[in-house]
């Protein structure tokens, strides 16, 4: 699909605003597929004239029938979406400078409006929030093309 610059910036605010709710998806999703996946335990009995070491859990089948359910694949699918969300953003937030990431976190990771930000970075016009905003967007179409088309 084939987007207009507005719609790709869009798009990218909405992964950026979103950045740590993926990181508590991930772990919510792990929850989810190591309850639906018990681990099984090692055991090792000895009886009197020979010894036995073996793998087993009262739940190792019930184990083996749903790590192939797709609830498990969909949970595994999901989670390696977000990780690819995650490690996106944080690789293309490598090529900002100090400004520019402060923006970055005050604005999308903590969702602060915008007349927050300019206060706390001690910015007299919103204009110059903007600009930074811009360059932002501009660096993050190229750097997190990949998101975009997870869309």
Excluded: H
Excluded at 29 to 43: E, G
Excluded at 52 to 66: L, P
């Amino acid at each position: 699909m084939n987007y207009n610059q507005e719609t790709k910036e869009r798009i990218i605010e909405n992964y950026l605003s979103k950045y740590k709710t993926y990181l508590i998806g991930i772990e919510n999703c792990q929850k989810q597929l190591d309850y639906i996946m018990p681990s099984l335990t090692a055991r090792y009995e000895v009886d009197g004239q020979r010894s036995t070491f073996y793998i087993s859990n009262n739940t190792e089948q019930v184990a083996i029938d749903r790590i192939t359910s797709k609830k498990a694949l969909d949970l595994l699918e999901e989670i390696e979406e977000y990780k690819l969300i995650i490690a996106s953003i944080e690789n293309a937030l490598t090529e900002l400078d100090d400004i520019q990431r402060q923006f970055v976190e005050l604005r999308y990771f903590q969702n602060k409006k915008i007349y927050q930000v300019k206060e706390i970075m001690s910015y007299s016009q919103e204009k110059a929030l903007y600009r930074i905003r811009n360059q932002i967007l501009d660096k993050f179409v190229i750097s997190l093309k990949n998101l975009i088309s997870l869309k």
